[in-house]
């Protein structure tokens, strides 16, 4: 038995990198993973590789960026599953490039994502977390 055994943990930016290390990781120690991402397609395979391996895993699409795509994450995580025990906010973006070459519509997009993101999740899943014991405000 997993140290995480029976429990759900969503996990944003999950189709690559760190999100997806993350979330197999987790699937090991027995935890249901509810994978997050953009990019459907991929984090689908990345759930499924999990599933071959035995893991428990759910991809769903989602953007952290939009306050709807986060409303609906938690709407079919609660279906689905219920509150989750734990959440884990990856999903980030960044674009390389010299500072005066860069808009300011790009660093907005950025904190929209890498720190409003953040918020969005904590806001939708923390409430839910409390009421079962997981989380403090």
């Known amino acids: 038995m997993g140290r995480l055994e029976n429990s759900i943990a969503v996990i944003t930016g999950a189709s690559s990198g760190i999100g997806e290390c993350v979330a197999r990781s987790f699937a090991e120690e027995g935890a249901t993973v509810i994978l997050c991402a953009r990019g459907i397609e991929k984090t689908r395979g990345v759930a499924d590789s999990i599933i071959e ?38 999903a980030g973006t960044y674009k390389i490039s010299r500072f005066l070459d860069t808009s300011i519509d790009t660093y907005k997009a950025a904190i929209d994502t890498n720190y409003l ?3 969005r999740m904590i806001k939708a899943f923390l409430p839910g977390m409390i009421d079962a014991g997981y989380g403090k405000s």
Request: charge should be negative.
């Open 53 to 90: 391996n035995g893991g428990k895993a759910l991809a769903i699409a989602c953007d952290v960026s939009s306050d709807q795509s986060v409303t609906s994450l938690k709407a079919q995580v609660s279906e689905m599953v219920g509150a989750p025990d734990i959440v884990v906010n990856n």
């Open 117 to 119: 993101g953040v918020v």
